[in-house]
């Protein structure tokens, strides 16, 4: 048996390199960089197709793009309840149920949704690196489909504090059997109850 070659250590597809003293590779750093302008450039296209979109609404011409919509409603959505110590709610994301391949298994998929990490978000980290990947294979979960079709208001608080809300069919809830933790290194682990997520 052909012994497989193992390639460097990674942190969401980003090659990780910690040097001595505990900084990172400059290899990690620009790929963290060339990420980052990269998601720049696609927010600031989702930002003119927004504008676009509301440019339209004022003209009166919202029903002809009112179809447009960036994510369908048949995809397997998730809202994931932020918690604070006393179980208040402090803040809410989507998420989404998706299939990918299976590391080094091209052949094989496995289930997977991504949750925020809120301690990387706070330390101002991007949103693309702030991600923490919830696989099947390596964290099992389970969803509760009690809920299905269950339409759940969701309210945003952006930092530079407007407030957005919108409406989102639900898959269900999610449970995690098993606590996660950041792949960020930042100390972040929460336990994900009833798509509860529960700092421990």
């Not at 750093?29 to 450039?41: G, Q």
């Not at 301690?119 to 991007?126: A, D, F, L, T, Y």
């Not at 639900?170 to 700092?199: F, W």
Request: with cysteine; aromatic share 6%.
């Amino acid at each position: 048996m052909s012994e497989q070659k193992k390639g460097p250590a990674t942190v969401a597809g980003v090659p990780i390199g910690i040097v001595r003293g505990g900084t990172t590779s400059s290899r990690h750093d620009a790929e963290v960089a060339r990420r980052r302008a990269d998601a720049e450039r696609r927010r600031a296209h989702q930002d003119r197709m927004y504008e676009t979109r509301d440019a339209a609404v004022k003209r009166g011409d919202a029903a002809r793009i009112g179809a447009v919509s960036f994510v369908d409603q048949e995809t397997p959505r998730l809202v994931l309840n932020y918690l604070n110590d006393d179980k208040t709610l402090r803040q809410q994301a989507l998420s989404e149920i998706t299939l990918v391949p299976v590391p080094g298994r091209p052949s094989e998929w496995e289930t997977t949704f991504t949750a925020v990490c809120p301690k990387c978000v706070q330390r101002g980290e991007g949103m693309d690196n702030a991600q923490m990947f919830i696989r099947d294979t390596h964290r099992k979960f389970t969803l509760d489909e009690r809920r299905k079709g269950e339409v759940v208001v969701v309210d945003f608080v952006f930092p530079d504090g407007e407030k957005y809300q919108t409406h989102v069919i639900i898959a269900g809830t999610v449970s995690v059997h098993d606590i996660v933790k950041c792949d960020n290194r930042c100390g972040y682990r929460c336990r994900i109850e009833d798509s509860n997520v529960i700092e421990v």
